[in-house]
């Protein structure tokens, strides 16, 4: 059957173990959810993630206290990136059929003088820090710095993004948004090319306190070419983001966007769409487990993170309609218990179901590229693609 109605959750960060080219990316032995499941020995409690299948993904290696379902409700696999990035942009854009195949730009050792030079012309502030830095870390160590001078915090990390953090007392979100969006201007190639532009506001009277603000805003590079979004798009068709989604594609081929405060803000998203009538595709991220969880490296935090959204999951299983499709993903890695505050180079998991599913405990294999994702939907909704992606629809409808 074609449904009509599919939704995308992207667990942003949920990986599940080393790619195959993870040495490439110096991520050998990264593996996200068995780590995490070690970190709790037995008693990371995602019973519904469990049911659909998600320990089923590699038998050989259940995740700890998720054991492989007997029968697995859906649909199970995983996806390999194809992208040369391990960062969020590549592995959205390439689910959506457009893999970013020349890394971007990045500054292992901070970003040319030109640049610092321009965004101080600019911005009439002088920039500090400007190398690789844990987000939380350099508000701690410089934040109080900023708040005497009102100078400007700009950092990197083994990703292609260019950061800016501001006390939001000392430099307004407005200034901070501008300055943002003037330095979006200066890297959209030739020369340099970053994925994104992020504004990290933060709030709090000292170093012990400072804490981040949901007025975090991504501004990335456009997509440089259609994406399955703008195909459904110009189908007629609508296409709801959820969370990043609409920064992350800078509004292209989105019909309506929602931003989230949180996960759990995501979740009510999710529930809203879903008791509201359309025909297409539903794309949402959910963040917290990557930004406050996998690059702190904190797996107590990121367990906790599953399982709370294992619990929205019960409502979302029980809402589904029998033309509705779920497919659960994640765009990277990012290992609470590896080395670093970086993505990690992983396989991301595949789940799929509809209540319509009459057999089930179907797998999808391992997938060769994200595209795979997008395929299928625009197979599902008889849009024509570019070639990117094999379509799993007919292991999903036939299972
Ligand atoms: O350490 P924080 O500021 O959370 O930054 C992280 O967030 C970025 C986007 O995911 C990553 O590239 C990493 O730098
Ligand atoms: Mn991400
Ligand atoms: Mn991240």
Redo the contacts with the bound molecule.
């Keep these: 059957m074609a449904y009509k109605r599919i939704f995308a959750i992207v667990l942003?960060?949920v990986g599940i173990g080393e790619a195959p080219d993870a040495a490439n990316f110096d991520d050998v032995g990264a593996d996200t959810l068995g780590h995490v499941g070690s970190f709790y020995k037995g008693n990371l409690a995602i019973p519904n993630l469990a049911k659909l299948g998600l320990s089923n993904i590699r038998p050989d290696r259940p995740i700890e206290g998720v054991p492989a379902a007997e029968h697995a409700l859906g649909a199970f696999g995983k996806m390999q990136e194809v992208s040369a990035g391990k960062?969020?942009m590549d592995g959205h854009w390439e689910m959506m059929g457009l893999p970013v195949r020349h890394p971007l730009s990045t500054f292992p050792n901070g970003f040319p003088e030109e640049l610092v030079h321009k965004l101080e012309e600019f911005s009439g502030r002088k920039v500090i820090v400007n190398k690789?830095?844990?987000?939380?870390?350099?508000i701690h160590d410089y934040g109080e710095q900023q708040m005497k001078t009102g100078d400007l915090i700009v950092?990197?990390?083994?990703?292609?993004?260019l950061?800016i953090?501001a006390h939001e007392d000392i430099i307004s979100v407005d200034e901070l948004y501008k300055i943002c969006e003037y330095a979006r201007t200066l890297v959209n190639g030739p020369e340099w090319t970053i994925g994104?532009i992020?504004a990290?506001p933060y709030v709090g009277p000292d170093k012990d306190h400072f804490t981040?603000t949901a007025n975090r805003h991504?501004f990335s590079l456009e997509p440089t070419g259609e994406t399955d979004m703008d195909r459904l798009k110009a189908a007629g068709l609508d296409v709801i983001g959820i969370g990043k989604i609409n920064d992350i594609f800078s509004g292209h081929g989105i019909t309506k966007g929602y931003h989230n405060e949180s996960n759990m803000d995501g979740m009510d998203h999710v529930d809203e769409v879903m008791a509201s009538d359309f025909h297409g595709f539903c794309f949402t991220n959910l963040?917290d487990f990557?930004?406050m969880y996998g690059?702190?490296r904190n797996p107590e935090g990121f367990g906790q993170a599953l399982m709370d959204f294992d619990q929205r999951l019960q409502k979302v299983l029980a809402n589904l309609k029998d033309d509705d499709l779920l497919m659960l993903t994640a765009d990277h890695g990012?290992d609470p218990g590896y080395k670093g505050?970086?993505?990690t180079r992983e396989f991301v998991p595949l789940l799929a179901y509809s209540p319509s599913m009459k057999h089930a405990d179907q797998s999808l294999g391992i997938r060769n590229t994200f595209a795979d994702m997008g395929a299928t939907i625009l197979d599902n909704f008889d849009v024509a693609g570019n070639g990117e992606g094999t379509s799993f629809l007919n292991d999903v409808t036939n299972a």
């Design positions: 942003d960060s960062d969020s690789p830095y844990s987000g939380t870390d350099v950092y990197t990390s083994g990703d292609s993004v950061q953090a994104r992020i990290r981040r991504d963040v990557d930004a690059h702190r990012n505050t970086d993505h």
